[in-house]
């Protein structure tokens, strides 16, 4: 019987602007490097997803060095500039769908953690916008020295909410994988179209769908439940 929701923060609950990779995406582009933003966001993803443990503010480590060999591009200018830009957008908001979201888990009987990659700014956002009354617990990378796609972190998030248990979040390195190889059924929020080519898990494009999933999952289960109590 599913007990809990993990839900992650970024591009989730709450959005970023201007978005990394979009930011990255223009600094190449100054360079005469004219590379697909979509590009420029896997290899991002690919790169950050390799790490398990947080950097010195407690989010995801980036080797610069690295992606830009996966781009194909030398140069320590541009190198320089993209380490200055791997940062959260200054500009903040709260999806339209977040909170119906969230009050709808609830309703439901669900434990809901927030399980984030992300540095003890993310804390003053969530209560900015009030996300904690709606949020039985909250882990943060930078409070627990663990980031997705470590498996421990949802480990973590078990202990609080129990498992059966399934993770929504939007970066396929990071949320599909890290809930995976904790055995957490994972939901892919692809608000974007960011991931095209994945179809090995389930993909919504927003939150309304993704709950649409979970209450799929309970009325599966209580129906297998009811099959299970009838005489033979």
């Known amino acids: 019987m599913l007990r809990s929701v993990f839900v992650d923060l970024g591009e989730t609950l709450v959005g970023f602007r201007p978005r990394t990779f979009e930011l990255i995406s223009s600094v190449l582009k100054d360079y005469g490097y004219s590379l697909d933003p979509l590009q420029v966001y896997r ?19 980036f080797d610069v060095e690295e992606f830009m060999y996966e781009l194909g591009i030398v140069s320590k200018d541009i190198m320089k500039e993209v380490q200055e830009r791997v940062k959260y957008g200054d500009s903040h908001f709260v999806y339209d769908d977040a909170i119906p979201f969230l009050e709808a888990v609830r309703s439901m009987g ?10 003890p700014r993310a804390r003053e956002i969530v209560k900015e916008y009030g996300l904690d009354k ?10 627990v020295g663990l980031i ?9 998030a078990m202990k609080i909410g129990g498992f059966p248990a399934v993770h ?30 994945v179809k090995e898990v389930k993909k919504v494009s927003n939150l309304n769908d993704a709950l649409k999933e979970i209450q799929k999952m309970v ?13 033979v």
Request: net charge negative.
């Open 219 to 231: 009325e599966i289960e209580e129906i297998q439940k009811i099959k299970t109590m009838q005489p």
């Open 148 to 156: 997705k796609p470590n498996p421990r972190i949802f480990s973590l």
């Open 110 to 119: 669900l434990t809901t953690v927030l399980v984030s990659n992300a540095t």
């Open 134 to 143: 709606y949020l039985d617990s909250l882990i943060f990378s930078c409070d």
């Open 43 to 61: 290899i991002m993803m690919r790169v950050m997803g390799k790490y398990n443990y947080p950097d010195e503010q407690g989010s995801n480590p």
């Open 168 to 197: 929504v979040g939007d970066i396929y390195e990071m949320d599909v994988i890290g809930a995976k190889r904790a055995f957490v059924t994972p939901l892919l929020l692809d608000r974007f179209g960011l991931y095209p080519d």
